[in-house]
């Protein structure tokens, strides 16, 4: 394998930062390209080209899914594997259409955590308003406290797209800087670890968010904790099936739709920033 003139795009959700390769041919081909070692290189503010993770582009016949063309493989900054990621997949939805893989309207995206099913407008030009189909979520685990170092607040588990453990604050800012990895007590609660969501409510039908990714850190947007940050919201509100909950993150806004069947779609922006050639450092696995 080649490591010289390999391409790359850098695209981001709200904020939420990922470095985008192709796996359909050439380097990233490989299964096993992205190793953990280069996705740190990569992902790298200092040394590499700096985002919260690795988009992989990959044939859905890879991981022997049936009811897509395309899977999302992706790799958090850290090298460890997430099954999802609601900011990702508009990402990489917007570069199948641009790619001309894929065409506007409806169409599905494998990723680990299940098949999601995509919509963009004919109308979306700057593609702003992405639907991704996130599915149902469902409690987690009960009786779980969040500790900051600042203090420590009652959490409620999520279990879904990816496992969350959401706590209610009267600031977000309150949570403190989040710089290091929030606590989960009891001890052993999530052995694989968790994402945290911290949510401030605006109205009932409008919360803040701040969120530390599993992996990554405190991120300025998480699409999957955006939607069990609005769940948990929404259920407290007691709000009835068909529920829209806006969303403030960081890095911006998005907005989480429940249907009358509590299907949940996460809807946003998708931008690219950049595109070019990897470097061959950041591809040594040494």
């Known amino acids: 394998m080649t490591t010289s003139g390999v391409p790359f795009r850098k695209g981001h959700g709200t904020g939420n930062e990922f470095i985008l390769v192709s796996g359909l041919d050439g380097y990233f081909a490989d299964p096993k390209s992205v190793t953990p070692i280069i996705a740190q290189n990569l992902c790298n503010r200092d040394h590499g080209l700096g985002a919260d993770g690795v988009l992989r582009v990959a044939r859905a016949s890879e991981f022997e899914v049936d009811d897509a063309q395309y899977f999302m493989d992706y790799t958090n900054a850290d090298g460890s594997i997430s099954a999802t990621c609601g900011n990702g997949l508009r990402v990489f939805a917007r570069y199948l259409v641009e790619a001309g893989l894929e065409n506007r309207g409806q169409f599905t995206i494998g990723t680990r955590a299940g098949t999601v099913t995509v919509a963009i407008s004919e109308t979306d030009t700057d593609f702003t308003n992405i639907a991704m189909t996130m599915g149902h979520v469902s409690l987690g685990p009960m009786n779980v406290t969040v500790e900051t170092e600042t203090g420590s607040w009652p959490a409620v588990g999520i279990a879904g797209m990816n496992n969350h453990a959401v706590s ?90 429940s249907d009358t069947d509590g299907i949940l779609t996460l809807r946003g922006p998708a931008v690219f920033v950049a595109e070019g050639t990897i470097e061959p450092s950041l591809l040594q696995s040494k």
């Open 168 to 257: 209610v604050v009267d600031d977000i800012v309150s949570a403190g800087s989040l710089a290091d990895i929030p606590t989960a007590l009891p001890a052993g609660t999530y052995p694989d670890g968790v994402n945290f969501e911290f949510i401030q409510e605006k109205s009932p039908t409008h919360i803040a968010i701040r969120t530390h990714e599993r992996g990554v850190g405190e991120t300025l947007s998480c699409g999957s904790g955006a939607c069990a940050a609005a769940y948990v919201h929404a259920t407290s509100n007691h709000l009835n099936d068909p529920w829209t909950v806006q969303v403030d993150v960081l890095g911006g806004t998005v907005y989480v739709d």
